[in-house]
């Protein structure tokens, strides 16, 4: 069974860099796509990006400046890197696994919440 | 990009009453997955390609729709079904979630 683990600071200052790691077991990364979503504070959802099977990526147009995502396939992580955040990055940050056809967002890590606050 | 659109915000239901959730979306989307969330815990898919229930949902739940409209249903409320349920479309980039509509029990 697949499982998903976040990981990262839950505070970050304004105008730094979060960072995040999510350690997969039980999956290869080297399948599907691996990426990142985020909830905010009042429960919208936004994806913000995917590493897929590759190494290729596809981000959201609106944070296309500011993200990074990459991976460590001997470790079977993926990482999320967000340059430049204010106090609307303050959100719960998941990651989560892609895939199949129809594509489905079929397994989910807990979340982590990340602050940023100075 | 594809706004996804759910209503209600929030529902209150009786048990055993029947109960719909609705996502349009502003372009013609192929298909539409549906999430669970309850408090605290991560979201789980619950719905997929539109109509198919994922592993261990029960079966009062449904799905249907089709190009800019679609639905979650549930045909007899039971109060383990309380949470919130987004819809989630992966047609077009970029991904787009609806906003949510929050389930609450009668």
């Known amino acids: 069974e697949v499982q998903l683990q976040e990981s990262g600071p839950g505070l970050v200052k304004p105008s730094q860099s979060l960072s995040l790691t999510c350690s997969v077991t039980g999956y290869s990364i080297t399948s599907n796509y691996w990426g990142w979503i985020r909830k905010f504070p009042g429960n919208k959802m936004e994806w913000m990006g995917y590493?897929?099977?590759?190494?290729?990526?596809s981000y959201n147009p609106s944070l296309k400046s500011r993200i990074s995502i990459t991976r460590d396939t001997s470790k079977n992580q993926f990482f999320l890197q967000l340059n430049s955040v204010t106090t609307e990055d303050t959100a719960t940050y998941y990651c989560?696994?892609?895939?199949?056809?129809?594509?489905?967002?079929?397994?989910w890590g807990q979340g982590a919440s990340v602050t940023v606050s100075s | 990009e594809i706004v996804l659109t759910q209503s209600p915000t929030t529902m209150a239901a009786s048990p055993g009453e029947k109960v719909t959730l609705n996502c349009l979306a502003s372009?013609?989307?192929?298909?539409m997955n549906w999430y669970q969330q309850k408090s605290g815990a991560s979201p789980k898919l619950w719905i997929y390609?539109?109509?198919n229930l994922a592993s261990g949902v029960p079966n009062r739940f449904s799905g249907s729709g089709s190009g800019t409209s679609y639905s979650l249903t549930i045909s007899s409320m039971e109060a383990e079904d309380v949470a919130t349920y987004y819809c989630l479309q992966l047609s077009s980039y970029p991904w787009t979630f609806g906003g949510g509509t929050k389930l609450e029990l009668k």
């Open positions: 372009s013609s989307v192929s298909y």
């Open positions: 989560a696994r892609s895939g199949g056809y129809p594509r489905v967002m079929d397994a």
């Open positions: 390609g539109t109509s």
């Open positions: 590493i897929s099977y590759s190494g290729s990526t």
